[in-house]
Each structure stands twice: as C-alpha cells, then as structure tokens.
C-alpha cells in the first residue's frame, strides 16, 4: 500500500468517525420550566427519555410563574439562548411568534401525532395555521360543587347552569355559623388571578373588555352586572378575607369542605377529588362554567402549559425529540403505568379522552373536555371584540392593565369603596393606559 | 421613689424590646413550623400552631427533587467573593475619602449612595446583554461582578464612617515612622477598623447571600444560588407551602447561623462611634 492509499484510507476513517461522533454528541438542553404537579412529575419520569436518548443530559431550572415569566422574557427578547426548551403559556406564545422569538413545530417526531391535539388547544399556540409550542397540560374554567351540602340544601345544580343557579345554591349551603361559605372566587388582584376569573364571568354575562376601536367597556351594562353580582354574591356568602383568596386558598378551603361551590380551573378537579389530600374527595359535583341566561357564553377560559423553542437556542432537534416525548400520547401512557391514569397531564389530547381507563379513573374527565372544547379564544365575548384570549386580552400591555384593574376589584371586594367607583377607576385606568400604548384608532 | 420609677421603665423598656424581637422573630418562627407541616394542613384556616402531624417528609422532599449543595456553594461563593472584591476596593477608597478629603469628596459619597435609588430592573437589560455578548451569562463570575458592584456604595459608606472615628494623628505618627501608603493602611489603619470591617463584611455577605433579583434573572441552571432553589418552589397553582417553607429554611438556616456566632461582632462594629 503506497504512502497516497494509506493517507486516503486514514481521513476516510477519519470522516467516518467524526460521523459518527457528531450522529452521537453530546448535547444538554437547559429546560425552563414552572412549579406544578404535572411538571415535577414529568421532572421524576425523564429517565424514560434519556434512555432512549443517552446522549442528551437535561438540566432544569425551576421557578414561579411569574419570575419564570420574567426570567425567560428577558432571555428571548435579548437573544440570550440560555434555554433550550421554555414552559409559557397561551397568552405568551402568537406574541412572541409574532416577534419570530419562537421555532415553529411543523416537522416534529413521528410520535408527535399533531392531529391527536384538542382543537381549541392546538388553535390558542398557533399563529396562521403553524403550531409554535406543544401542549404539556390544558385547563379551562368548571364548577365544583359539594354533592353532599346540596343535597342537604336541597338544591340540584344542572350541568349547564346559569349564574342564578349557583347564586341560589350558594346562598342555600352556605352555614357560616359552621364554617361553610356556599361559594369561593378568585379575589386575590392579578391579571392572572381575579382577573382571569372575572373576565370569564364578565365574557359570560356578554361583556368585552374593549370595543373595536379599542375603547374600554367598563361603563357598559354587562361589565356593571357581572362585577355587581361577582361583589355581592361573594359579600354574602363567601368566606372571611376573600380579598387575599387566590386558586390555592380556595383549593384549601375546599378540600378542608368550607366551600359548597368553587368556580375555577379545571386542573383542580384531581387536586379536590385526590383522597390523600381532600377531606371531601367522594362528594364533588362538576358543572360547566355559569353563563347570564339569554347569553351564549360560557366564560371562554383556556389556559395551556406547553413547551416552546427559543430560536436563539443552539440545540433544536434535541429540543424537539424532548417536546415530543414529553407532550405525547405515549406520556401519558407511561404516567399512567407509573402513578396511575388519574395523573395523566389533561386537557391536551384526543386519545385521552377516548380511554376508558382514564374516563373511569378521572370523574372530571368528561366535564373537562366540555369545558376546553367549547372555549372559543379568538371570540371570547358575544360581541365583537378586537382582541383574542379567553380569560385574558393578548396584548403585551395586559399584564400590566390586568393587575391594576384587579387592584381595583380587589379593593371592592375588601369594603374599600363600591363596585361603581371600581368600575369608573379601571375604565379611567384602562382608557390611559390603552392610549399610551397607542391602540385607539 | 427614683428607684421604683427606673424599675417600672427599665420593665416597660424591656417589654417592648421583646415584643418587637418577637415581632421580627415571627415570620421566621412560622416558616420553620409550616415546613413540618403535611402539605394540607400547611394553610389551613384557622391556622394550627401545635395542633398538627409533624412530619419531616418536606425536607425529605426537597433533598430528593433539588440539589441543595450545588445552590448552596454557588450562594458561599457569589456571596462570600462579591463581598471580599467590595472590600478590597471599597478599603483604600474610603482611606482616601476619610483622611484626604477633597472638595468633591461629599458629592462623590452621596452619588454613590444615589445609584441605590436606581430601580434594578432599569439596568436589566443593558447587563444582559453585556453579559450575553461576553459568554458570562449563568456564570458565577458575572454575579460576583454585578453584586460587586451593587453593595460596594454601601461598603464605602460603612467603611468611611468607621475610619472616621479613628484619629488621623495616628496614622500622621506612622508616616512620620516611615510608613508608606500599604503598610499604613494595611498595618495601622485595618488593624484598628477590625470591628467595622468585619461587620462590613457580615453584613454585606448577608446582604449578597439574600439578594434575589440578580441571582434570579442572570442565571439558569449552573449558578443559580438559594434564591433560585427557593424560588422553585413557589407556585400559583398547586399547593407547596409546607415544601416552600422547608426549602426556605434550609436556604436561611447557614445565615442565621453565621448570624448567631458573629452576633457580638456585628452589634460591635454596627455600633462603634455611635457613642463617644
């Protein structure tokens, strides 16, 4: 063999190696995520993955809703490329697919199966038809009810029911002498805490928060309604301090059975229903959400955490093998043989729903995908509006506008002037703030 | 009569000196108590003091779910070095400001303190992306740097009011000895300022150690400190009190320790030339 023949078979070798080695690298991707059941769990079940991917190592970095929100905003809009996979929500995602912050998911895994996505859901992380996160876990907005303090009220709440029937069966229940408040709300201020709640209630009365130049329509009559009867019924038969109550109090309240209704996200319901944790496990009652009699709207919250890749990320097919792991049927499937069906994530996939397993398993099950398929975000209000979002408005400015308006529905709440003056003071604050932005045509 | 007047104030001194000790104390007290709480009795209503089942299996699941260790020496290091750097630099600074003041020197002192008066988040994103353009985003190097530089007004501050209770003439009698400008402030001026540079030093590494809005959007997963780990815990939707609540108590028992030991230090150098 001459000198040339062995030089060509050596960086043969040699390109053949480094084939190989690039086929096999090393990658770690740093994941963002938030504090939740579902995603501890899928934290404790990564070792499924990583077998069948050895070379990727994944590192999290866990935070609160809010700071995550921050944190990662912060990082996208810099260019920062600190993570690899991002936890956001509904409200974040056509935002920042808009900016082009986001890689879309057009040419996922095969064990992706996009077609197996609930549509609602799969429309919210979506801009034009492209999807640019993958649902983890999906809620919408439901009535939990005591069985057992209904019955003793003789009180029946239909399946569909209307705000005066949970207003009559609130004040039915309720027996403060004993503990129990017939109906616990979102109080506490934040544009994803009383106000998510109370924009869907207003979107159910046939509110909006803008009309279609834009104005705010916190001086219509629906906004006036909804705010007066969320007030009134919440002075009267609601608990102590209701003001300061935001999901995790009234899940407190509720498991310790000092709640006869609580209206809020659907992902509750197998924390109420869990016996390790709730004293009433066995006697709750779900309903879809209320809506005005005459009004065609039953709230429109929807809510999703899903996984989305920064484009400043370096590591996007591994990113994408991740996504589809862990947003997949076979997840759930593997959730389901470790801890059981009832802690499958809910509200994302078809094929979840048609199990029976799980139907049996999750007695919310069927009033979950109820309330998640007839959630329509990009009309959330009877009238037009020029906005999408449920429970939200998505715009970038909400978050800011959200939680000052919640201060003011707050202050009512805790005796601190009435519903009018709240009303005026969010119209004023809104009207300000919306004009700054420069949204008025 | 004086005598029983001085008693009745010395009681209603002592009374009050308590109750605010215990007022402080408290939220303290209760997080200790919730994070040996079961998750569903963390926020009951009304709330359980004693009358509760004790469990340890929020630290147990805390151990299990976070790596303490790692948090733990990314806050010694960010911490303990920020505070170190602030000094080596803040000691000859408040030298010079507290026995060769010039006719700026007042301006100088009060610009300092004024940059504290800067919301953080108004600088967040030029840091950022200095730090993204320099590869030193998650790194301990740049949370040294960036908390350097955030505590070193108040280290002047604390140092020049500490030198300036101690008599130029000793230093002048050095120099006349032959001393140079090193070993005047390293043999003569730091020996004598020992109280306030190590309160200094306490409180500015208590300071670091507690400091949660850089720490939280500089890193990422390689040197997020105890703030990050605390923060992992909290959640809007889920109940982890009792978890957040032993993950808190882990991240502030190593400062209260310190606390506990170097307490006479801290209130000696706190109050030194308070009191001529």
């Given amino acids: 063999m001459n000198r040339t023949m062995r030089a ?45 991917h050895p070379n990727i190592t994944l590192e999290w970095v866990t935070l609160e809703e809010n700071v995550l929100r921050q944190r990662v905003t912060t990082d996208i809009a810099t260019q920062g490329g600190q993570y690899d996979i991002l936890t956001i929500g509904n409200y974040e995602v056509p935002i920042w697919a808009a900016q082009n912050w986001l890689v879309p998911l057009n040419d996922m895994p095969e064990s992706f199966e996009p077609d197996d996505l609930l549509e609602p859901v799969a429309d919210a992380l979506s801009v034009d038809g492209t999807l640019y996160a993958s649902p983890f876990y999906a809620e919408s907005a439901m009535v939990m009810y005591r069985t057992d303090l209904a019955e003793a009220a003789s009180v029946t709440i239909p ?71 969320y007030v009134d019924m919440m002075t009267q038969f609601g608990p102590p301090g209701a003001s300061n109550n935001g999901f995790n109090e009234n899940l407190s309240l509720f498991q310790q059975g000092q709640c006869g209704i609580w209206i809020d996200a659907t992902v509750a ?12 496990a066995d006697s709750v009652g779900f309903a879809q959400f209320p809506n005005k009699e005459g009004v065609d709207n039953h709230g429109n919250w929807l809510w999703t955490w899903s996984l989305a890749i920064p ?18 049927r076979g997840y759930s499937e593997l959730v389901a043989q470790e801890q059981g069906w009832a802690a499958a994530p809910p509200g994302t996939r078809r094929s ?32 037009e ?5 449920g429970q939200f408005v998505a715009i970038p400015e909400f978050q800011g506008i959200g939680t000052a308006v919640g201060q003011q529905f707050s202050a009512a709440l805790a005796g601190q002037g009435d519903v009018q003056q709240a009303l005026n003071n969010a119209q004023q604050l809104t009207q300000r703030e919306i004009s700054r932005a420069g949204y008025p045509k | 009569m004086a005598r029983a007047a001085s008693t009745r104030r010395k009681a209603a ?91 700026g020197t007042r301006n100088i002192l009060m610009w300092m303190l004024s940059t504290k008066m800067l919301p953080a988040v108004g600088v967040l994103v030029p840091i950022y992306l200095l730090a993204r353009d320099t590869g030193l985003l998650d790194s301990r190097i740049l949370l040294v740097g960036v908390l350097t530089m955030i505590n070193l007004p108040i280290i002047v501050w604390m140092l020049y009011t500490y030198f300036r209770e101690i008599p130029g003439e000793i230093l002048e009698a050095a120099r006349m000895d032959g001393a140079t400008l090193r070993s005047e402030i390293l043999y003569v001026l730091t020996p004598m300022a020992v109280p306030g540079i190590a309160s200094t030093l306490l409180l500015n590494v208590i300071l670091a150690w507690n400091e949660a809005f850089w720490t939280l959007n ?15 815990y909290s959640s809007p939707e889920g109940l982890f009190y009792a978890k957040l609540s032993a993950a808190s108590t882990m991240a502030i028992a190593p400062i209260l320790i310190l606390g506990w030991f170097s307490q006479k230090q801290l209130v000696r150098g706190l109050t030194f030339g308070a009191v001529k």
């Fill in chain 1, 385 to 389: 509006t020029p906005y999408s979002g």
């Fill in chain 1, 269 to 280: 319901a197998s924390f109420v229903t869990n016996p390790t944790d709730s004293t009433v």
């Fill in chain 2, 218 to 232: 500089l890193t990422a997963a390689r040197s997020a400190p105890l703030t990050a780990f605390i923060a992992s």
């Fill in chain 1, 311 to 328: 484009a400043s990320s370096q590591n996007q097919d591994a990113a994408k093998e991740f996504i589809a792991w862990a947003t997949s």
């Fill in chain 1, 352 to 383: 979840l729903y048609d199990s029976a397993e799980y139907q049996e398993a999750a007695p919310f099950a069927a009033m979950t995908l109820t309330a998640i398929e007839s959630a329509n975000t990009s009309q959330s209000s009877v009238q």
């Fill in chain 1, 159 to 229: 399946d569909s029911p209307t705000w005066t029937d949970i207003r009559t069966a609130a004040e039915a229940m309720t027996d403060q002498a004993n503990g129990v408040y017939g109906i616990c709300l979102r109080g506490k201020a934040g544009w994803g805490e009383n106000m998510a709640f109370l924009t869907a209630m207003a979107n159910s009365y046939g509110a909006r928060w803008f009309d279609m130049e834009w104005n705010p329509q916190f001086d219509s009559p629906e906004w006036t309604e909804a705010a007066t009867d």
């Fill in chain 1, 8 to 52: 060509l078979l050596g960086a043969t070798a040699l390109c053949a190696a480094g084939g190989i080695a690039s086929a096999q690298e090393n990658v770690t991707l740093t994941i963002a995520t938030v504090n939740n059941g579902d995603m501890i769990r899928m934290q404790g079940l990564t070792q499924d993955f990583t077998a069948q």
């Fill in chain 2, 13 to 103: 001194t002592t009374l009050i000196a308590w109750t605010v000790g215990l007022l402080i104390f408290f939220p303290i007290f209760w997080t200790v108590l919730t994070s040996f709480k079961p998750e569903a009795q963390a926020i009951a209503m009304p709330p359980r003091l004693w009358n509760f089942d004790w469990t340890l299996e929020n630290y147990t699941a805390v151990q299990e779910r976070s790596n303490y260790f790692r948090h733990f020496w990314n806050s010694v290091i960010i911490s303990v070095g920020s505070t170190l750097i602030g000094l080596i630099i803040a000691i000859p600074a408040a030298w010079s400001m507290a026995f060769v003041p010039g006719r």
